[in-house]
């Protein structure tokens, strides 16, 4: 059972916008921490935005704050990021993720596949 699925990424101009989907299912549509982190050849895994159900309260990584924004559906169990402002620095893949707990943490336990996001003129 596929717990996680983005969907959303692919190739934008820089200064270009995208949105990214994460559906939740299974135990992971229950869990109250959901966010993304992302993944690029060669560099560290880096927590780019995070939400808690408990009181919509966000987080973000400083690379990204002020271009990205995540949010969810209340209806439906989906996950959006924002991102807008693309730059070079951006290009990754990107993974929703939840985590336990109640708060933001970045300790996440259980992530999708992930999307590819490109940035190139």
């Known amino acids: 059972q596929v717990l996680l699925v983005e969907s959303g990424g692919g190739l934008v101009q820089p200064g270009g916008s995208l949105r990214l989907s994460c559906t939740a299912s299974?135990?992971?549509?229950?869990?109250?921490?959901i966010g993304w982190f992302r993944q690029a050849p060669g560099k560290e895994r880096e927590g780019v935005a995070c939400?808690?159900?408990?009181?919509?309260?966000?987080s973000y990584a400083n690379s990204v704050k002020g271009r990205f924004t995540i949010s969810r559906s209340k209806v439906e169990n989906v996950v959006y990021l924002q991102m807008n402002n693309l730059n070079p620095e951006d290009p990754a893949v990107y993974h929703c993720?939840?985590?336990?707990?109640?708060?933001?943490?970045?300790?996440?336990?259980?992530w999708g596949q992930g999307t590819q996001v490109t940035v190139s003129s």
């Open positions: 993720a939840t985590e336990r707990g109640y708060y933001c943490s970045g300790e996440y336990d259980t």
């Open positions: 939400l808690s159900k408990v009181d919509d309260s966000t």
């Open positions: 299974g135990f992971t549509a229950d869990a109250e921490v």
